[in-house]
């Protein structure tokens, strides 16, 4: 596996036990149907939070920054298609967990509400 695979792998376990260490009940670790993906699917007692992990070695740019407005269109549209399949009914919430170093010694950053689906607008 590539180094930056790796890193990305750590990066992810580290998210995990954040998550369940703040009372996070993890669903879906990289969640997959077909072309859709979703990186953590988690849940509090009345949210699903759909998790986007980033993961860089340096500071020279914010992970989170890699979340761009096409990253988002598509984690909204799988978070919709995940939705559908196991009838889901609780608030949606988009975070983002950013963690900057190497492993054991991660920065982690704990983005919650990091992104809103888009309003659709229709014209008559």
Same mark, same amino acid.
């Given at each position: 596996m590539a180094q930056h695979n790796d890193l990305g *792998?750590?990066?992810e376990t580290v998210a995990i036990e954040y998550l369940k260490n703040h009372g996070y009940r993890i669903r879906h670790v990289n969640w997959r149907k077909g072309h859709w993906e979703l990186d953590i699917v988690a849940e509090t007692d009345d949210e699903l939070v759909i998790v986007e992990v980033k993961t860089r070695s340096g500071s020279w740019d914010a992970p989170e920054d890699a979340v761009t407005n096409t *990253?988002? *269109?598509?984690i909204i549209a799988a978070t919709d298609f995940y939705i559908k399949c196991f009838n889901v009914d609780l608030d949606v919430r988009f975070d983002i967990i950013a963690l900057i170093g190497n492993e054991p010694n991660f920065e982690i950053e704990h983005i919650e509400d990091a992104f809103y689906p888009p309003v659709q607008t229709y014209r008559r």
């Open positions: *792998k750590a990066g *990253k988002i *269109k598509h």
